[in-house]
T-cell receptor, first 113, second 114 residues
Framework: GENVEQHPSTLSVQEGDSAVIKCTYS??????FPWYKQELGKRPQLIID?????GEKKDQRIAVTLNKTAKHFSLHITETQPEDSAVYFC????????????FGDGTTLTVKP | DVKVTQSSRYLVKRTGEKVFLECVQD?????MFWYRQDPGLGLRLIYFSYDVKMKEKGDIPEGYSVSREKKERFSLILESASTNQTSMYLC?????????????FGPGTRLTVL
C-alpha cells in the first residue's frame, strides 16, 4: 500500500519568514495530494491540493509543488503569521480508489511573533 | 457547507465495555472514514465505506468494527474497549462527485478507556 513520509515533525519560524514542509510517497499511481491544516482543538481542514498533472499551485501565501519523478511534494508558506501556527498534514491518494487517502504523520508549525 | 457531526466530543468508558461512536454527514457523500489520531502518528485509517452496507479495512482495523446502514451515518464500534484504544477519533466524508478526494472532517471524539 501507499506510504507517506513527512518532514520535519516540528518547525519553528519567526513571523514573516517562510516555512517549507516536505512529503514523499511510494505509490506511483497516486494522483491527488491534499494538504490539511489542524488548529489546536479543531478539525483538519483542506488548505490546498494538487493533482498529478500539475507541477505547482499557489493560493495567496500558500503554494504546493509536486515532483512526480521523485515522488515528493512540498508545502510552502510565505510571510508567515502567528495564525499559521497549527499542525499540517500531507496526504496522497488515487482519485478512483473510493477517496481513500494515506496521511503523513504531521508537522507542528510554530510562528513566533 | 458540508457538515460532519460526531455523537460525542468526550467519552469515558471502562475496559471491556462496548463502545459506539456515531458520525453523520448531511451532504449525501458516498465515502465515509474513521481515523484515530495519536500524537506523532498522524491520522491512521481504521475503516472506510464507499457505499451503504459496504466497508473496507483500513490500516489498523484490529479491535474495531463498523456499520453503515444509511448513507449519512457511519458507526465505529469497539466490541470490548481496551486502554490502548484511548485516543482521538475523527470521522470524515468525501464524494467523487466533488471532483476531488477532499475529505471533510467531524470535530472528533476524545475517548478515554479506564
Amino acid at each position: 500500500g501507499e506510504n507517506v513520509e513527512q518532514h520535519p515533525s516540528t518547525l519553528s519560524v519567526q513571523e514573516g519568514d517562510s516555512a517549507v514542509i516536505k512529503c514523499t510517497y511510494s505509490d506511483s499511481a497516486s494522483n491527488y495530494f491534499p494538504w490539511y491544516k489542524q488548529e489546536l482543538g479543531k478539525r483538519p481542514q483542506l488548505i490546498i491540493d494538487i493533482r498529478s498533472n500539475v507541477g505547482e499551485k499557489k493560493d495567496q501565501r500558500i503554494a504546493v509543488t509536486l515532483n512526480k519523478t521523485a515522488k515528493h511534494f512540498s508545502l510552502h508558506i510565505t510571510e508567515t503569521q502567528p495564525e499559521d501556527s497549527a499542525v499540517y498534514f500531507c496526504a496522497a491518494s488515487i482519485s478512483t480508489n473510493a477517496g481513500k487517502s494515506t496521511f503523513g504523520d504531521g508537522t507542528t508549525l510554530t510562528v513566533k511573533p | 457547507d458540508v457538515k460532519v457531526t460526531q455523537s460525542s466530543r468526550y467519552l469515558v468508558k471502562r475496559t471491556g465495555e462496548k463502545v459506539f461512536l456515531e458520525c453523520v454527514q448531511d451532504m449525501d457523500h458516498e465515502n465515509m472514514f474513521w481515523y484515530r489520531q495519536d500524537p506523532g502518528l498522524g491520522l491512521r485509517l481504521i475503516y472506510f465505506s464507499y457505499d451503504v452496507k459496504m466497508k473496507e479495512k483500513g490500516d489498523i482495523p484490529e479491535g474495531y468494527s463498523v456499520s453503515r446502514e444509511k448513507k449519512e451515518r457511519f458507526s465505529l464500534i469497539l466490541e470490548s474497549a481496551s486502554t490502548n484504544q484511548t485516543s482521538m477519533y475523527l470521522c470524515a466524508s468525501s464524494s467523487p462527485a466533488s471532483g476531488s478526494n477532499e475529505q471533510f472532517f467531524g470535530p472528533g471524539t476524545r475517548l478515554t478507556v479506564l
